[in-house]
């Protein structure tokens, strides 16, 4: 099994920064991709930010300019800074991680999800 723990959510003003942090543990084998997703109220889980195994990253239009994925796979772990957030950035952040499996002639990747971080911008 492979555990996910998010930490680095609350409460910030607008304009403020955070950084998330998202810990992978367990039977990890080789780590994919590392991504950040978020779901706001009343509203769809959507991506934030994704990290190849090689370092390539894809942001959210949304989130051009002010947030930054990174990854330390000798920790296992993915983080995300975001910088000049507002009210709009409130929402639950999840943290997915793929892990690769390797079977009989196929490699797949499986995904894992965390049980999100909250963070409230207030305005």
């Known amino acids: 099994q492979v555990q996910l723990v998010e930490s680095g959510g609350g409460l910030v003003q607008a304009g403020g920064s955070l950084r998330l942090s998202c810990v992978a543990s367990g039977s990890i084998g080789s780590i994919d991709a590392m991504a950040w997703h978020r779901q706001a109220p009343g509203k769809q889980r959507e991506l934030v930010a994704a990290?190849?195994?090689?370092?390539?990253?894809n942001y959210a239009d949304s989130m051009k300019g002010r947030a930054t994925i990174s990854r330390d796979n000798a920790k296992n772990t993915v983080y995300l800074q975001m910088n000049s957030l507002n009210a709009e950035d409130t929402a639950v952040y999840y943290c997915?991680?793929?892990?690769?499996?390797?079977?009989?002639?196929?490699?797949?990747?499986?995904?894992?999800w965390g049980k999100g971080t909250l963070v409230t911008v207030s305005s």
């Open positions: 990290i190849s195994s090689g370092g390539s990253t």
């Open positions: 997915k991680v793929d892990i690769r499996v390797v079977g009989v002639g196929a490699v797949w990747t499986r995904a894992y």
